[in-house]
């Protein structure tokens, strides 16, 4: 019985020797990703490692990676999630491979592991315009934080920016362009970049929060404490996650997350008559598809296909 607890210590050491030297290897992954998905990747780097270390007898290949993949779908995670996860342990084993931490055949059995099926496609979560209008409302804009939030909302919604982008937005993107004004050279997800115009509702939310905090130059948003004094040199996306939830909160709204409000800005220019591929390059997104998703315009739930088929009761039936 001792032999074989020392056999289990020893297997377990050599888990977490061999991850700590996948560690630099992890380095090299995070450091080629941008900040949203180094977020993601590091996360499910540490996933995977947590769950490889609590498993016996494993090495690390595609038959540990498997395993994984079942772990994952026992969860009943959503095939996106999945596949994000499987993707940086594959990421991470071409790194480990490339740096002489694992052989060049565990590193291609690794890669040959298969996401998950997509079945279906989930329509994800917007506002109606009323609803995007009493939350913009929402923020007391007779604060320095009101006038915060408010900016913040009017970029999402009318813009459709990320909340990284928020956060990072700068004075300098915001330009005359073609006599209008826009966010120029805006670093988006995967490094891309694009342009977007700024309606001239949303421009007079950011110069009402800039004319209030003086800010001239550098980030656009900056932290306000509870007294209302403004500084720092910028904002994290939680940030961004707070003023979404605060201002729901107070229309009644629940779980509103950051994105559904980029979400909405998307499907409100499309029932407005928006053409699918300028919605595209508002969103910045490389794939017409995502776009759709966006939008939810492959599935109406609006006069749905299945509201009148022939065979609804009579009203008089149904108040009964």
Excluded at 85 to 94: G, S, T
């Amino acid at each position: 019985m001792k032999s074989k607890t020392l056999k289990g210590k020893s297997a377990s050491s050599k888990k977490a020797s061999l991850f700590r030297d996948l560690d630099h290897a992890k380095t090299i992954v995070l450091n080629s990703l941008g900040p949203g998905s180094q977020r993601s990747y590091r996360f499910a780097i540490d996933d995977f490692t947590r769950w490889y270390c609590s498993e016996p007898r494993l090495a690390f290949n595609k038959t540990a990676v498997l395993r994984y993949r079942q772990e994952l779908e026992a969860r009943r995670l959503a095939t996106s999630t999945i596949n994000l996860r499987l993707a940086a342990v594959r990421r991470l084993a071409y790194e480990a491979a490339d740096t002489g931490l694992l052989s060049p055949e565990l590193a291609a059995g690794i890669r040959r592991v298969k996401g998950a099926k997509k079945v279906g496609m989930r329509l994800g979560n917007w506002l109606t315009a009323e609803e995007a209008k009493a939350l913009l409302n929402a923020a007391d804009v007779q604060t320095a934080r009101g006038k915060r939030s408010r900016a913040i909302l009017a970029l999402a919604l009318g813009c459709g920016l990320r909340g990284s982008e928020l956060a990072s937005l700068a004075i300098e993107h915001l330009q005359r362009r073609e006599d209008r004004w826009a966010i120029l050279d805006l670093l988006g997800k995967g490094g891309h970049i694009r342009t977007v115009p700024v309606p001239n509702w949303v421009k007079s939310a950011v110069d009402a929060w800039t004319d209030a905090s003086g800010i001239s130059s550098g980030k656009v948003f900056r932290w306000v404490n509870k007294s209302g004094s403004i500084g720092g040199t910028g904002i994290t996306e939680k940030v961004v996650w707070y003023v979404a939830r605060e201002c729901a909160a107070k229309v009644g709204i629940v779980n509103l997350a950051p994105h559904a409000l980029r979400r909405t800005c998307a499907r409100l220019c499309h029932l407005a008559g928006g053409e699918l591929e300028q919605i595209q390059f508002l969103l910045g997104h490389i794939s017409v598809q995502t776009t759709e998703r966006y939008l939810g315009c492959r599935q109406r739930l609006k006069n749905a296909v299945n509201d009148c088929i022939g065979i609804e009761p009579e009203t008089d039936h149904l108040s009964g």
